[in-house]
Antibody, heavy 126, light 106 residues
């Protein structure tokens, strides 16, 4: 069965960096675009980044652009999120999520997210 | 960015009730809308995609409708397991979510 397991969260000071990982199993990882989505405590969901199935294309919203970098290693079935220059407002549970269909057509946005990990909490605080 | 607005923010209902949640988009998104259920401390679960298609394994008491800018999620007969927060998500452009609707016990 499909499993996504995040790790790497923790408490970090403002301005510092953190790298999250998401280990995937139970499906052909290299066929699916992948996403990171975050949820601040008691708040709603915010999409953070997408990466194409082969890792060649990436996109993220302005709120994290230039600070967060999504990447993947298909040989290890693992997705990453490198977070730099962290701010208090980045405090959230971070989820990795799989595209609903394989071989996402880049720029179409025509996929929702069918499997999610359990999330990893990132707390940015001095 | 396309803004998604859900109503109500909180809904009090009893087991067996018919429940309807509304989601409005700030511009037309055709039928590119999904609904998720989230329980406390858990990840969201996909219920409905493309506005009205039921995800595999999701009970048939859940249904979705709408197109353009107005959408609804209906639970035909609320069950104890359905008390949760529900989010809509548009995927016509970079993904955005509604603010959530909490369905609580009346």
């Amino acid at each position: 069965q499909v499993q996504l397991v995040e790790s790497g969260g923790g408490v970090v000071q403002p301005g510092r960096s953190l790298r999250l990982s998401c280990a995937a199993s139970g499906f052909t990882f290299s066929s699916y675009a992948m996403h990171w989505v975050r949820q601040a405590p008691g708040k709603g969901l915010e999409w953070v980044a997408i990466i194409s199935n082969d890792g060649s294309k990436k996109y993220s919203p302005d709120s994290v652009k230039g600070r967060f970098t999504i990447s993947r290693d298909n040989s290890k079935n693992t997705l990453y999120l490198q977070m730099n220059s962290l701010r208090a407002e980045d405090t959230a549970v971070y989820y990795c999520a799989r595209d609903h269909r394989p071989f996402y057509v880049w720029g179409s946005y025509r996929n929702c997210f069918d499997y999610w990990g359990q999330g990893t909490l990132v707390t940015v605080s001095s | 960015d396309i803004q998604m607005t859900q109503s109500p923010s909180t809904l009090s209902a009893s087991v067996g009730d018919r429940v309807t949640i509304t989601c409005r988009a700030s511009q037309s998104i055709s039928s590119w809308l999904a609904w998720y259920q989230q329980k406390p401390g858990k990840a969201p679960k996909l219920l409905i995609y493309k506005a009205s298609s039921l995800e595999s394994g999701v009970p048939s008491r859940f249904s979705g409708s709408g197109s353009g800018t107005e959408f609804t999620l209906t639970i035909s007969s609320l069950q104890p397991d359905d008390f949760a927060t529900y989010y809509c998500q548009q995927y016509n452009s970079p993904w955005t979510f509604g603010q959530g609707t909490k369905v609580e016990i009346k």
